[in-house]
């Protein structure tokens, strides 16, 4: 049955089956219905498109299900969400794909709501040449709101994790790297490949910040992810919060043998998909964040000046790339 | 300036230029916020692909911003959407697209979100090899809740408009219209070509509803929009609401001078894309409503039965065909 194609299948044989994705007070129709009480919601789409994002040579449906969902999460937990609600699933597929993937491809998605919480309110679906998803993603926004325009000079700039390796895990599935990967150990190969294909944002983080506050007056946080990498997520800090970030590259918290290299940086700076939170705090609040939080790292401070990007103590010339979508 | 194509453009000068056309007031930021208190919230997810949907032989790209946000609407509409919020826009485009084609799609967007309301709350963008649009909107639920399983035996089904228009807008602009076109008169091509390009959805119907309504305890109407054709519009009024629909073939008001024979029966009932709200209203309640909105047609009524749709006083043998998007 996995094994049938879409267009054998016929489109109303594919709606009863992905109905069964949503829960059972949802009905089909024209659309999601959703009950608010006086609250900030927070909305996100983002798109993965085949050969963009994605083909099944480096991911597998299930997987590519799975960061569908938690991607577009990480653009909710970076602005404060505390609660998801569900999403929207836009679905373009090529009509000679198999039940096989779509169900692998929801059954993914649907381990990610169980895990963060959320259902399946509705989408749409409809043929094209590649594959391409588009998930909006709607969640409540909590006591804090973390914006990326934020910051303040004088807060130390935090990061949830190290970065680099899903960049990393996306290199060794396109067997596209040109380092000498023999020394890489098991375990950094692991941890790359998992990082490419199951990104876990972490969701608890503002807990902790929420735990190490010590007036309940300040509200607004400088954050964002760095999905597009770790130079962009600082860069737009800066730019939006209208301040300079000082990084020590000492400072930053590398994967256990994590290699040294030009390369290496290039990829831990620019390499994007890393779904970590990068954020700012007062110092006195930094300093009790960093103790509640021991898989957070403090990796430079804002100052006064133009808004910029400065790295020191870097033994490599870091250039001001970014992560392009095109 | 509109001539460059979006490779050489670069994303960031593309969000910068996108970004004109959000309010003021919304930030650029990782997601997009909204402030709501307790309603009940419409979230509506449509699709459109090229060369499944549109391709720019036939359909200029500021009537199909226009009708990626009326298409969309028209499902708020249909179950009764007082207030629009906004959309967010998930473009996937290909690098050697023209800035002129994505400045011409906002700008038909913009004009809809002017005229229906809301604004552009946010949205992704990404590279493919086909253009491909991805829309949710979200709007407010308004006293009435209008839902495909409402509708009750004895209800008369009510049309706001015609039908087959849009089908044939698409075969003309396609050059793929096997019938003998040179009778039809000149108003008719130029209101189907609207109808393709420029949809409509009577966003004013739900008004008089209401005001041909006798008992405020009545809030639940059957309803849907006809975007996969008449048929299958009245087919899952039937089905969700578990009765028998027979429409009057005598009844259905036909676009002035719209020809008669099997194929024009064919696009009138199969065709889609019509967004005309198809719904049922118990018989004095509809009486009333006739009376004061002229554009819609009393076509049928429920009976108690086996979810079908039956068609009387037809001269032609319509097929249970529906509209497929595979």
């Known amino acids: 049955m996995d094994n049938e194609r879409i267009k054998d299948l016929g489109e109303k044989e594919l709606i009863i089956r992905l109905s069964k994705y949503m829960p059972k007070n949802q009905t089909k129709d024209d659309c999601a219905s959703l009950s608010i009480a006086h609250e900030n919601l927070l909305i996100n789409t983002d798109l993965m498109v085949e050969d963009t994002h994605f083909n099944d040579k480096i991911i597998h449906p299930k997987d590519l299900g799975w960061k569908s969902v938690t991607t577009n999460y990480s653009d909710l937990i970076s602005s404060g969400c505390v609660e ?14 198999k039940w096989y993937w779509i169900k692998e491809f929801y059954e993914g998605a649907c381990e990610a709501l169980k895990y963060y919480g959320g259902v399946i309110l509705g989408g749409d679906c409809s043929k094209g040449r590649k594959t391409a998803i588009s ?12 914006r990326r325009y934020s910051s303040r000079p004088e807060e130390i700039i935090i990061t949830t994790g190290y970065h680099g390796l899903s ?7 396109k067997s596209k790297i040109n380092e000498d990967i023999s020394k890489l150990t098991r375990e950094l190969i692991s941890q790359s490949l998992n990082s490419f294909q199951r990104p876990k944002p972490k969701r608890d983080f503002l807990q902790n910040i929420i735990k190490s506050r010590l ?13 597009d990498g770790l130079y962009q997520a600082i860069s737009d800090l800066a730019a939006t919060s209208n301040c300079k970030a000082i990084i020590d590259y000492r400072k930053l ?27 700012s705090l007062p110092k ?4 009790r964040y960093l103790n509640l939080d021991k898989t957070s790292y403090e990796i430079g401070k804002f100052i006064k000046g133009l808004p910029s990007v400065e ?12 992560y392009s979508h095109f």
Chains 1, 2 share one sequence.
Do not use: M, R
Request: proline residues 4%; contains cysteine; glycine residues 12%.
């Open 84 to 97: 998801f609600i569900g999403i929207n699933i836009g679905l373009i597929i090529n009509p000679e794909t």
């Open 135 to 146: 998930v909006t993603a709607i969640g409540l926004q909590g006591e804090l709101s973390l």
């Open 167 to 173: 960049k990393l895990g996306y290199l060794l599935k």
């Open 215 to 227: 007036s309940t007056d300040h509200v607004e946080i400088g954050c964002t992810d760095s999905s």
């Open 253 to 279: 918290p590398k994967y256990k043998n994590w290699p040294n290299g030009n390369n290496w940086d290039e990829y831990y700076f620019y390499g994007g998909e890393d779904y970590e939170l990068i954020f």
């Open 284 to 287: 006195d609040w930094a300093k």
């Open 311 to 322: 790295i020191i103590n870097s033994p490599l010339a870091i250039q001001g790339n970014s």
